[in-house]
């Protein structure tokens, strides 16, 4: 991508009203607008991200056979009245409209009702399955609170899987495969090291649910975790009863904050059982089907992560996430030229700073944009027949031959 090109600009000062940190980055950076509060729009860069997220998160659930769909925002009420969940006084995030032809219709803030719904017209035998759809999709949610810039949005981009079983085994053999899934996902988001799987209430359905919870000191979680963090627990579950039940109420916790970027469900009959999804077995009776269900914050995460690893002077993205690995300076003729050279079939990894401005402004906002590698080439690194580096991460700086960097980079 050419600076020079793009429409997006990086500002000096973020909106007034955009007071967390990720928020305020991610706009002065370029990478969303905001149009109120809970409510932004991806730009290119932005958007970058969000497809680098989804990538991983597509390649690890399609390795348990998962198969991506895409649902409609546009909720009939029906299904939800069949699960007790349509009224606003059982579910207070609703967003919801008026049909012009009569009758009313809902914008989906979760997909139970639906995808069971849906599913209804494919399951009927025990052949069938078990089954995993999922989805990559914006989610409505009327939050009180919107002040937490693109980790807690009116609209977000939430990934959705929903597994269906003939049995509670296949199930729990599911749940753990996404377990495992989960933290691979993490892992190659580069918050592995900083993501905790934490115990959850369940409801009535199962004794715990999880949660996959970032360390964040802006975080909107509470969660409390033993000296070696193998036993961690959320708010709602941290209490003695629990504490026994886990073999852990000798253990010092200790608690810090943390957002919750994933979490996982066995839902069993929860939904299936007032929709109706019900199966044949091999004896022929009819038998309701098993499910669970497993989120992902897509654009969550993409804020936590800015959130996480920014500094002072801006964004940190890791590699596997960072719109483009390297943030491409010419400066001078020589330098110019030789910058122009490097970019020419480069374009998918290269951001290039061909913009008419002092290179003083172009350090600040490739500082600001956070690209994990700055490559300056001047006049100057030139005389000695090099191109310079600049980790974003570390802050270290190397010299680099100039045939070596256009040869391994
Ligand atoms: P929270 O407790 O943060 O309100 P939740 O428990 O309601 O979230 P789910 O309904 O299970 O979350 O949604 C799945 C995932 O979607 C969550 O783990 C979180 O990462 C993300 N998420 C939920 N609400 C929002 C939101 N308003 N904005 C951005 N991401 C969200
Ligand atoms: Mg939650």
């Known amino acids: 991508m050419r600076l020079s090109k793009t429409f997006i600009k990086t500002l000096r000062a973020a909106p007034k009203d955009e007071t967390a940190r990720n928020g305020a980055y991610l706009v002065r950076a370029g990478y969303i607008h905001k149009e109120m509060a809970g409510i932004y729009d991806y730009l290119p860069l932005g958007l970058r991200v969000l497809e680098n997220i989804k990538d991983i998160v597509r390649e690890e659930l399609n390795k348990l056979g998962c198969e991506e769909v895409l649902m409609s925002a546009l909720q009939n009420p029906e299904p939800w009245e069949k699960s007790e969940r349509w009224l606003s006084e059982k579910i207070d995030i609703w967003f919801k409209t008026e049909l012009s032809a009569g009758g009313q219709l809902g914008l989906a803030p979760t997909h139970e009702e639906p995808v069971v719904n849906m599913l209804k017209s494919y399951i009927s035998?025990?052949?069938?399955?078990?089954?995993?759809?999922?989805?990559?999709?914006?989610?409505?949610?009327?939050?009180?609170?919107?002040?937490?810039?693109?980790?807690?949005?009116?609209?977000?981009?939430?990934?959705?899987?929903?597994?269906?079983?003939?049995?509670?085994?296949?199930?729990?053999?599911?749940?753990?495969?996404?377990?495992?899934?989960?933290?691979?996902?993490?892992?190659?988001?580069?918050?592995?090291?900083?993501?905790?799987?934490?115990f959850a209430s369940g409801g009535i359905f199962s004794k715990y649910s999880h949660e996959f919870q970032t360390l964040l000191p802006v975080g909107e979680d509470t969660i409390y975790y033993n000296s070696d963090k193998s036993?961690?627990?959320?708010?709602?579950?941290?209490?003695?009863?629990?504490?026994?039940?886990?073999g852990a109420t000798d253990e010092k916790f200790e608690e810090t904050t943390a957002a919750e970027v994933g979490n996982i469900f066995k839902l069993k009959f929860k939904y299936s059982e007032p929709l109706g999804l019900k199966y044949s077995d091999e004896e022929n009776n009819q038998k309701v089907v098993y499910m669970g269900c497993y989120g992902i914050g897509v654009s969550r995460v993409m804020g936590v992560i800015a959130e996480?690893?920014?500094?002072?002077?801006?964004?940190?993205?890791?590699?596997?996430?960072?719109?483009?690995?390297?943030?491409?300076?010419?400066?001078?003729?020589?330098?110019?030229?030789?910058?122009?050279?490097?970019?020419?079939?480069?374009?998918?990894?290269?951001?290039?700073?061909?913009?008419?401005?002092?290179?003083?402004?172009?350090?600040?906002?490739?500082?600001?944009?956070?690209?994990?590698?700055?490559?300056?080439?001047?006049?100057?690194?030139?005389?000695?027949?090099?191109?310079?580096?600049?980790?974003?991460?570390?802050?270290?700086?190397?010299?680099?031959?100039?045939?070596?960097?256009?040869?391994?980079?």
Request: glycine fraction near 6%; proline fraction near 3%; hydrophobic fraction near 35%.
């Open 308 to 409: 996480k690893f920014a500094d002072d002077k801006g964004l940190v993205w890791p590699e596997a996430v960072a719109p483009y690995e390297y943030h491409l300076i010419g400066i001078g003729e020589k330098g110019i030229a030789e910058a122009e050279r490097f970019y020419r079939g480069r374009e998918e990894v290269v951001l290039y700073d061909d913009r008419d401005k002092r290179p003083g402004e172009k350090f600040a906002d490739a500082e600001l944009m956070g690209m994990p590698v700055r490559i300056v080439i001047s006049d100057k690194t030139l005389e000695s027949d090099n191109a310079e580096l600049l980790y974003r991460e570390s802050g270290e700086v190397r010299k680099i031959n100039i045939e070596e960097l256009f040869g391994n980079f």
């Open 125 to 198: 035998s025990y052949k069938d399955l078990p089954l995993y759809v999922y989805q990559f999709q914006n989610k409505f949610r009327n939050e009180l609170r919107a002040k937490s810039g693109i980790l807690r949005g009116r609209e977000f981009l939430m990934k959705d899987l929903y597994s269906f079983h003939a049995t509670e085994e296949d199930l729990d053999r599911f749940y753990a495969e996404v377990e495992n899934a989960y933290r691979q996902i993490f892992e190659r988001l580069g918050i592995g090291n900083c993501t905790y799987e934490t």
């Open 231 to 246: 036993v961690v627990l959320n708010k709602e579950v941290y209490n003695d009863e629990v504490l026994a039940d886990l």
